[in-house]
């Protein structure tokens, strides 16, 4: 460690994209704010203050590890990479490449996941995917094909220009604690915020209008809220002649729109839907924000769309304080997708099933025979897996135990393989079951970029190397390509990035030397290196009008038998599958076991109070939990956070069939008391 530098590095954890400087000082680390960072503004939440406790961590990996029998056997670089290489190779050659799965990171830089999903295809296998399918995928569905483009629309900042601010299935006080002091400053400003939320949050108390809707009833409150609008003709029809087509289609369908059924499904009343209604249309200027409350059903394309069509129906989108804020969980998620890490998008979201698509990427790879897409997406590797289709999966710092539904399956499915590659920074739920395991260097020992939510690239610097023999991803990946007779040489980030320069249009003038010299990173789209970015985008084109189809799940079980609506969802001092915050000892304390919320009327009925243990039973899997008395849950609900192991063995869900996304938020169990 060098005494005295000073990096700019990117916060690992949400989506936000907050950076601060790293600091040696007497071989220690410290962290400076950056006070005028575009979004941060010199704070950082409860979990970016803490990230550098993950640096020195004592569980942190530090050599590469083989498993013979039950024992983990340190092996030199070469020689993991050899056998890892070897192994892989000897599965192509048994079974054919696209029997192999890679699941990538969302935590890692943009040139590590393109040269991630690289190495996917030009070893042969169409099965390349990440993070995204289990939360935004629906976003990137439902608003390329409405807007063009499936990002946010705006920059964090400008919520602070909104009028009104609408904000479904998003606990964002929580989940990406810095967006509240933008909405706060709307607020103070005399913005009105609006909260759609079953439970309520830390969020609800900033609303000046919670509505409490039944849980999975968003598509209803988002229709009767446009019934309401066209009833009283506060649409923006300016706007909707001028930039949009198939309205006409939409407003037939609601005008056979029934308000009483939409009252009756959300569970609120008419006053309060044309509340929301009229604050929202005839707001000057509105956000609408939305997170995985949205995205996270068997309905979660459509919900989307829905959310597209509220904002096109009243012009809310392409100005300053108006458009659509889907909020990223993880600090490069974003960047995964624009990368293409996704079974159905090749880089800059280009159709992987489409051959001319696939040619000119050949072109640029100099490979004629890529394999054609949609390969499988995250839960449905594990399914092939199960079927005996995919032998071998090469992990790239993802926790699939926890993180996945039906979990228990997850877990046969990685036994069943015949050969699992994991790359990370810790001996994880999903490590364990590895036969090689490679340690990896962390966010502050690497330098790279990130795209956050706001689509902002920022290029994070190297503060200091890692301990013990711990690589970046991107020299595992490129070392792995080589012995995989994939490429020659190993490259620097650099040189990925003017790669993506070339491949992904988006990017076409975000290159390193811009980046290293930018202030405050650039917003994509960047076409050249003249173009400063685009923090506003559809401030001209034409959208797209989605008719609906969506249907809400038969909730006749609930209340019965003891069968609950299970909710899971994030806590502010922990962050998805918890194998960084469950392991961060100035906030673990707070939350250390996956506690299960429970109304007190459903709590006293069942005769159970504080701290009591129950079973939870879904269809494939059950699990042992403490319960916590909580009157922000409504009745005949559960609220269990998803950062720990088991929770996950609980939730059984169907998919999205558009964007194959689990519907978490579907989930049911059965309680028992123990």
């Given at each position: 460690?060098?005494?005295?530098?000073?990096?700019?590095?990117?916060?690992?954890?949400?989506?936000?994209?907050?950076?601060?400087?790293?600091?040696?000082?007497?071989?220690?680390?410290?962290?400076?704010?950056?006070?005028?960072?575009?979004?941060?503004?010199?704070?950082?939440?409860?979990?970016?203050?803490?990230?550098?406790?993950?640096?020195?961590?004592?569980?942190?990996?530090?050599?590469?590890?083989?498993?013979?029998?039950?024992?983990?056997?340190?092996?030199?670089?070469?020689?993991?990479?050899?056998?890892?290489?070897?192994?892989?190779?000897?599965?192509?050659?048994?079974?054919?490449?696209?029997?192999?799965?890679?699941?990538?990171?969302?935590?890692?830089?943009?040139?590590?996941?393109?040269?991630?999903?690289?190495?996917?295809?030009?070893?042969?296998?169409?099965?390349?995917?990440?993070?995204?399918?289990?939360?935004?995928?629906?976003?990137?569905?439902?608003?390329?094909?409405?807007?063009?483009?499936?990002?946010?629309?705006?920059?964090?900042?400008?919520?602070?220009?909104?009028?009104?601010?609408?904000?479904?299935?998003?606990?964002?006080?929580?989940?990406?604690?810095?967006?509240?002091?933008?909405?706060?400053?709307?607020?103070?400003?005399?913005?009105?915020?609006?909260?759609?939320?079953?439970?309520?949050?830390?969020?609800?108390?900033?609303?000046?209008?919670?509505?409490?809707?039944?849980?999975?009833?968003?598509?209803?409150?988002?229709?009767?809220?446009?019934?309401?609008?066209?009833?009283?003709?506060?649409?923006?029809?300016?706007?909707?002649?001028?930039?949009?087509?198939?309205?006409?289609?939409?407003?037939?369908?609601?005008?056979?729109?029934?308000?009483?059924?939409?009252?009756?499904?959300?569970?609120?009343?008419?006053?309060?839907?044309?509340?929301?209604?009229?604050?929202?249309?005839?707001?000057?200027?509105?956000?609408?924000?939305?997170?995985?409350?949205?995205?996270?059903?068997?309905?979660?394309?459509?919900?989307?769309?829905?959310?597209?069509?509220?904002?096109?129906?009243?012009?809310?989108?392409?100005?300053?304080?108006?458009?659509?804020?889907?909020?990223?969980?993880?600090?490069?998620?974003?960047?995964?997708?624009?990368?293409?890490?996704?079974?159905?998008?090749?880089?800059?979201?280009?159709?992987?099933?489409?051959?001319?698509?696939?040619?000119?990427?050949?072109?640029?790879?100099?490979?004629?025979?890529?394999?054609?897409?949609?390969?499988?997406?995250?839960?449905?590797?594990?399914?092939?897996?199960l079927n005996g289709k995919i032998k071998a999966m090469v992990i790239l710092g993802e926790n699939p135990v926890v993180s996945d539904p039906e979990a228990s399956g997850v877990k046969k499915a990685l036994e069943k393989l015949e050969f699992?590659?994991?790359?990370?920074?810790?001996?994880?739920?999903?490590?364990?079951?590895?036969?090689?395991?490679?340690?990896?260097?962390?966010?502050?020992?690497?330098?790279?970029?990130?795209?956050?939510?706001?689509?902002?690239?920022?290029?994070?610097?190297?503060?200091?190397?890692?301990?013990?023999?711990?690589?970046?991803?991107?020299?595992?990946?490129?070392?792995?390509?080589?012995?995989?007779?994939?490429?020659?040489?190993?490259?620097?980030?650099?040189?990925?990035?003017?790669?993506?320069?070339?491949?992904?249009?988006?990017?076409?003038?975000?290159?390193?030397?811009?980046?290293?010299?930018?202030?405050?990173?650039?917003?994509?789209?960047?076409?050249?290196?003249?173009?400063?970015?685009?923090?506003?985008?559809?401030?001209?084109?034409?959208?797209?009008?989605?008719?609906?189809?969506?249907?809400?799940?038969?909730?006749?079980?609930?209340?019965?038998?003891?069968?609950?609506?299970?909710?899971?969802?994030?806590?502010?001092?922990?962050?998805?599958?918890?194998?960084?915050?469950?392991?961060?000892?100035?906030?673990?304390?707070?939350?250390?076991?996956?506690?299960?919320?429970?109304?007190?009327?459903?709590?006293?009925?069942?005769?159970?109070?504080?701290?009591?243990?129950?079973?939870?039973?879904?269809?494939?899997?059950?699990?042992?939990?403490?319960?916590?008395?909580?009157?922000?849950?409504?009745?005949?609900?559960?609220?269990?956070?998803?950062?720990?192991?088991?929770?996950?063995?609980?939730?059984?869900?169907?998919?999205?069939?558009?964007?194959?996304?689990?519907?978490?938020?579907?989930?049911?169990?059965?309680?028992?008391?123990?």
């Amino acid at each position: 460690m060098k005494t005295g530098s000073k990096s700019k590095v990117i916060c690992p954890f949400c989506g936000a994209g907050c950076a601060f400087f790293i600091v040696t000082k007497s071989n220690s680390l410290n962290i400076e704010y950056i006070s005028d960072h575009p979004v941060a503004l010199g704070a950082l939440c409860p979990k970016g203050n803490s990230s550098i406790s993950i640096v020195k961590h004592p569980d942190r990996l530090k050599h590469p590890l083989v498993k013979r029998g039950n024992e983990w056997i340190e092996l030199p670089w070469n020689d993991a990479l050899n056998l890892a290489a070897e192994r892989l190779l000897d599965i192509k050659k048994r079974y054919g490449a696209d029997s192999v799965g890679f699941l990538a990171s969302a935590r890692a830089t943009n040139e590590e996941i393109y040269l991630f999903q690289k190495l996917a295809r030009l070893f042969g296998s169409p099965h390349i995917d990440h993070c995204a399918r289990l939360c935004h995928a629906p976003s990137l569905v439902a608003l390329k094909d409405m807007l063009g483009s499936g990002a946010m629309t705006n920059p964090i900042s400008d919520l602070a220009n909104s009028d009104c601010i609408f904000v479904l299935g998003s606990n964002f006080a929580e989940t990406h604690p810095v967006v509240s002091r933008w909405v706060w400053d709307a607020k103070d400003r005399g913005a009105a915020v609006i909260v759609a939320d079953p439970r309520r949050t830390i969020t609800t108390r900033i609303a000046d209008l919670h509505l409490q809707l039944r849980s999975g009833s968003d598509p209803y409150l988002l229709y009767a809220m446009m019934k309401v609008i066209v009833d009283r003709g506060l649409c923006d029809y300016q706007f909707v002649r001028e930039r949009t087509e198939g309205f006409d289609d939409l407003y037939r369908w609601l005008h056979s729109f029934d308000l009483k059924e939409a009252v009756e499904f959300t569970g609120l009343s008419e006053r309060e839907i044309v509340a929301a209604a009229c604050h929202y249309a005839e707001a000057y200027s509105a956000a609408l924000i939305y997170c995985m409350g949205i995205t996270q059903h068997r309905n979660g394309t459509e919900n989307v769309r829905a959310c597209a069509n509220l904002a096109l129906l009243c012009g809310k989108v392409g100005a300053p304080g108006s458009g659509i804020f889907p909020l990223r969980g993880q600090n490069n998620v974003q960047g995964a997708c624009d990368m293409g890490a996704l079974a159905d998008y090749l880089p800059g979201y280009a159709d992987a099933s489409n051959h001319m698509e696939l040619k000119k990427l050949s072109r640029v790879w100099e490979k004629s025979d890529l394999p054609l897409g949609p390969g499988y997406t995250v839960t449905e590797m594990t399914n092939a897996s199960l079927n005996g289709k995919i032998k071998a999966m090469v992990i790239l710092g993802e926790n699939p135990v926890v993180s996945d539904p039906e979990a228990s399956g997850v877990k046969k499915a990685l036994e069943k393989l015949e050969f699992l590659l994991v790359i990370d920074l810790f001996m994880t739920e999903t490590a364990r079951y590895a036969d090689i395991l490679l340690p990896a260097a962390c966010w502050a020992e690497k330098e790279g970029s990130y795209t956050n939510t706001e689509r902002r690239v920022q290029w994070s610097e190297k503060a200091l190397d890692p301990d013990g023999d711990a690589k970046p991803d991107l020299w595992i990946i490129g070392e792995l390509g080589k012995r995989l007779k994939i490429w020659g040489y190993t490259p620097r980030p650099d040189e990925v990035l003017r790669e993506i320069n070339r491949v992904v249009p988006q990017y076409g003038g975000i290159t390193p030397e811009r980046l290293r010299l930018s202030k405050n990173g650039l917003i994509w789209p960047c076409q050249n290196e003249s173009h400063p970015g685009t923090p506003i985008l559809h401030q001209s084109g034409r959208f797209k009008f989605h008719t609906p189809q969506f249907a809400i799940e038969d909730k006749g079980k609930i209340g019965k038998n003891n069968i609950f609506k299970l909710i899971t969802g994030r806590l502010v001092v922990h962050y998805n599958s918890g194998s960084m915050s469950r392991r961060l000892s100035e906030l673990f304390p707070y939350e250390p076991i996956a506690s299960v919320s429970i109304n007190p009327e459903d709590a006293a009925a069942l005769g159970l109070k504080n701290g009591d243990e129950v079973k939870l039973i879904g269809e494939s899997g059950e699990g042992i939990f403490q319960i916590r008395l909580d009157v922000s849950v409504p009745p005949k609900t559960l609220f269990l956070p998803f950062h720990f192991p088991g929770v996950n063995d609980v939730v059984t869900v169907g998919l999205d069939t558009s964007s194959r996304t689990p519907g978490f938020k579907d989930a049911e169990c059965r309680l028992e008391v123990v």
